[in-house]
């Protein structure tokens, strides 16, 4: 199994998890906007669930954009690592390149 990442994935992946931030937070007001001609007709349960969305819809926003926030540094972190993991690799490459007796592995007569 062979795992291939390119080096601007997680970043790409972060921006765009950070534009989607934003965008929840309208879709959430779009959503009580849309369903405000149905607030009369609710009766009981449904109309105590309604209110007490629309009246939480705020709280609600923040601890999704919250939840989100959380994975963009989780996302953030990942980019660290891997790049980190990276520039290690080619240090300890060069290193082992360096540190190599390439003359002892020639077998000419010479």
Do not use: C, W, Y
Request: zero cysteines; aromatic letters at 6%.
């Amino acid at each position: 199994m062979k795992f291939d990442m390119g080096a601007q994935t997680l970043s790409t992946l972060r921006s765009q998890s950070q534009g989607s931030s934003t965008e929840l937070g309208t879709l959430i007001h779009q959503l009580i906007q849309a369903a405000q001609p149905l607030e009369g007709k609710f009766n009981g349960a449904g109309k105590a669930a309604f209110d007490s969305f629309k009246a939480h819809a705020d709280e609600i926003t923040a601890e999704l954009n919250g939840a989100l926030a959380a994975m963009i540094g989780g996302q953030s972190g990942m980019e660290s690592a891997f790049s980190t993991g990276v520039q290690e690799q080619a240090d300890n490459a060069r290193s082992q390149m360096a540190a190599a007796n390439f003359d002892a592995a020639r077998f000419s007569g010479r």
